[in-house]
């Protein structure tokens, strides 16, 4: 048995008995999944690496008494050891049953990402009671992991969603196969724009931060609603207040993290309402966890998109 570390270096080791960490129920894990901070944390980012060694994975996908679980966030991968390893204990209100319809591959392929997504998509949807006549939705990031989920997710509930990506032409087709009905060139949102802008959009749904964000957040609509869940472009935010206190629109921050059980078990039940399966598996690769590291650096290269499974007894 092998487990991801990282210690002075990032390197497969023999899997330890104490890799597993304290909790009152003990997981046998059989996928964990690629995020953002999952690669940042292979790279030995100390805005991420809270201590070492430390295993890495945000999410743990397996069993529990013969029950399918994931547990995702709870400082796994960040303040304690993570899911790249085959056994994992945690406290028993932490485990998330995987509903019934999702494989242990979908769960993980969901991850982080997935769920963080749909914690969004859930404040959108109870914003605008009709989706179809909200008017459009831009998801920026649209190609990782958040990103793509959420374009299918809103979507699939019958929103008009606009895709931002930095590489149009390569992912378009790909994007429009995920539901969106427009593709945005990043490089609109990419420079210091105006505090106010036309009212184009009805809610954002961003994963990106900084400039980007700035500049969606100066076109959203009176009334209109924006999330924010990531950092990709950086945690600064280079905006003002004239949004919000002209058109009256709403900021709401997306904790994965350390998100009520509540607001986990209804992030959950949307997406085993919503996604489509064949969708999911399309825009998921499975990879050993001997590879995460080869595919944590090209995610953070700009070079992977959809989610990335670890099979971690690969």
């Not at 990031?141 to 793509?148: F, I, L, M, R």
């Given at each position: 048995m092998s487990t991801l570390l990282l210690d002075s270096t990032l390197e497969l080791v023999n899997t330890r008995e104490e890799f597993?960490?304290?909790?009152?129920?003990l997981v046998e894990v059989s996928h964990s999944s690629l995020n953002f901070k999952d690669a940042k944390v292979m790279r030995g980012d100390k805005d991420v690496v809270r201590t070492r060694p430390l295993v890495p994975g945000i999410d743990v996908v397996g069993t529990h008494e013969g029950q399918?679980?994931?547990?995702?966030?709870?400082?796994?991968?960040?303040?304690?050891?993570?899911?790249y390893t085959e056994q994992?204990?945690?406290?028993?209100?932490?485990?998330?049953?995987?509903?019934?319809?999702?494989?242990?591959q979908q769960a993980a392929a969901i991850g982080t990402a997935g769920y963080t997504a749909a914690l969004s998509v859930v404040e959108?949807?109870?914003?605008y009671a009709d989706p179809a006549s909200a008017g459009p939705v831009l998801v920026t990031?649209?190609?990782?992991?958040?990103?793509?989920v959420a374009t299918h997710l809103l979507s699939q509930l019958g929103f008009e969603v606009h895709a931002l990506t930095g590489r149009a032409a390569e992912h378009g087709e790909w994007l429009?196969?995920?539901?969106?009905?427009e593709i945005v060139d990043r490089a609109e949102f990419a420079e210091a724009g105006k505090p106010l802008a036309k009212g184009t959009y009805a809610a954002v749904l961003d994963a990106v931060g900084s400039t980007v964000l700035a500049n969606a957040l100066a076109r959203v609509r009176y009334g209109g609603i924006a999330t924010a869940c990531g950092l990709a472009g950086g945690a600064d935010l280079p905006a003002t207040v004239l949004p919000f206190i002209l058109r009256g629109v709403r900021l709401v921050g997306i904790d994965s993290v350390q998100a009520p059980r509540e607001q986990r078990l209804k992030a959950w039940s949307l997406l085993?309402?919503?996604?489509?399966?064949?969708?999911?598996d399309g825009l998921?690769?499975?990879?050993?966890?001997?590879?995460a590291p080869k595919v944590g650096a090209e995610l953070l290269a700009g070079q992977r998109r959809g989610r990335t499974v670890i099979d971690v007894r690969a």
């Open positions: 597993a960490g304290e909790g009152d129920c399918l679980v994931t547990i995702n966030g709870h400082g796994l991968g960040e303040f304690r050891h993570g899911g994992v204990r945690v406290n028993a209100d932490q485990i998330i049953p995987v509903p019934e319809r999702f494989s242990a959108i949807a109870e914003h990031g649209a190609t990782g992991g958040v990103g793509s429009r196969g995920l539901g969106a009905a085993s309402d919503t996604i489509d399966l064949q969708v999911l998921t690769e499975v990879v050993p966890l001997a590879q």
